[in-house]
């Protein structure tokens, strides 16, 4: 009788109806990211409060923290079981997409993703082939943040040029000490290559890196002026050398002793990266000053991407509702409440409004200040994902602190980098 009766409930009513079946099982997406706690809860509440909207949907979280994640990543991908939803790195996009089909085509979600909300330039960042290979959920870039105690002490203004920053370092060295600098640059990371890159478009308007040649564009005499720039700043006491950054083991730029007793005048770093300001004693702390720019420059060659992208995996059974999902986390009130800023500043206008709205997210915040400067400045030439490649970065980290150990010349450290990271380069492109 029991049999009967439910097959009684699904006979066709009316006008060709049907009761809905009873003891349907809900549909199940897998979404992943990487971060710490606070990002985890964050991102579990906005997912809950998506399931509550969706009671006929399950998303299983798939959290962990950076180590790690990429390698896992790898495997899914490589074995057509990523989840329906990942958080992924920019210059991940050259690794696994490079023809654009490594990720599902989130244009073809249009009409279940406001794509208006997010600036043309960092949809570009995530196109390849064509095809929008993610949602960017915030922009990030290489910022000037300067100690504005430190340089009252110094007797110095902020330099607006290079020659003035190089001139800086003796007026540091001479009226406050040795150990005293008007910046750092970490010594684990881009910042070194990207830096120096600045200086590069700035004077001769081209990128470093042709992707079509995959090859690097610099005569001999353009990476003796790219080096010799590292140099410059070095000799004249700017910036501490990777040799004297490495006395202290593999600490963080914003560990060390000098930085956290106020004796570094500033740092080159992302935008949204609140660390080194955070790790300063007051009085002491961190404002947004001038980018370094040479005279008559047209692009201050400024370090900008992606701080990360929400991506639907192209083996994704429902890329409908994994495009919806993410359309809820970074347009819906419901969502952008939940997530906060543990992304950095959204890119998304209808998000900014909402914080912006509940307090959360106002001009005074240095994140905030930074990310202007980097919409300010970003230019034509754009940067190259493969700065971020660990090989790649591995050999230049190596060839800079050979120089300064000074195992290497200038001229060989200019003829040797090329040599060796064009062969890397090959074969990573």
């Known amino acids: 009788m029991k049999n009967m009766r439910l097959k009684a409930l699904c006979l066709v009513l009316g006008a060709g109806m049907l009761w809905p079946a009873v003891g349907q099982s809900a549909t199940e997406l897998r979404m992943s990211w990487w971060g710490g706690n606070q990002r985890h809860q964050a991102t ?12 006929d949907v399950k998303i299983n979280t798939e959290p962990s923290g950076w180590d790690g994640y990429l390698s896992r990543l790898s495997t899914q ?13 920019w210059n991940w996009l050259v690794m696994f997409s490079k023809n654009g089909d490594g990720f599902y085509d989130i244009n073809r979600q249009s009409a279940n993703i406001d794509l208006s909300q997010f600036s043309s330039q960092g949809k570009q960042l995530v196109t390849m082939n064509g095809k929008l290979n993610g949602v960017p959920v915030a922009m990030t870039g290489r910022s000037m943040y300067y100690n504005p105690e430190l340089w009252k002490k110094a007797g110095v203004a902020y330099p607006q040029t290079w020659e003035q920053m190089i001139a800086a370092g003796p007026a540091f060295k001479n009226t406050l000490g040795d150990d005293y600098y008007p910046f750092i640059l970490a ?15 700035q004077k001769y308007n081209i990128p470093m890196i042709d992707p079509q040649k995959k090859a690097f564009t610099y005569s001999r005499e353009q990476w003796l002026d790219y080096f010799g720039m590292y140099k410059k700043l070095v000799d004249n006491h700017v910036i501490p050398s990777m040799k004297y950054l490495s006395a202290f083991g593999k600490a963080n730029a914003w560990e060390i002793k000098p930085w956290l007793d106020g004796k570094i005048g500033g740092v080159h770093t992302w935008s ?3 660390t080194f300001a955070g790790s ?3 009085p002491a702390h961190l404002e947004v000053g001038p980018y370094p720019m040479l005279p008559g420059a047209t ?14 995996g192209k083996n994704s059974k429902h890329p409908e509702l994994a495009a919806k999902l993410i359309n809820f986390l970074l347009n819906d ?11 950095g500043v959204p890119l998304s206008a209808e998000a900014v409004k909402v914080l912006q709205q509940d307090g ?16 300010q400045l970003m230019g034509k030439i754009e940067p190259s994902p493969w700065f971020e490649n660990p090989q790649l970065l591995s050999y230049f980290l190596d060839a800079v602190q050979r120089y300064d150990y000074g195992q290497l010349t200038l001229e060989q450290l200019a003829d040797e980098f090329p040599q060796r990271a064009q062969r890397v380069l090959k074969k990573i492109m």
């Open 44 to 55: 579990t509440e906005a997912i809950k409060a998506f399931e509550a909207q969706n009671p």
């Open 77 to 89: 991908l490589a074995g057509n079981t990523e989840p329906d939803v990942m958080q992924i790195n």
């Open 187 to 201: 010594n684990h990371d881009t910042t070194i290559m990207t830096f120096l890159n600045s200086y590069m478009v």
């Open 272 to 274: 949204t990266d609140g």
């Open 280 to 282: 300063l004693r007051a």
């Open 299 to 312: 692009d201050a060659g400024i370090f900008f991407k992606p701080a990360m992208m929400f991506s639907i």
């Open 333 to 343: 009130p419901q969502g952008i409440k939940a997530m906060g800023l543990q992304r």
């Open 360 to 375: 959360v997210l106002d001009n005074s915040q240095i994140q905030v200040q930074g990310l202007a400067q980097v919409d």
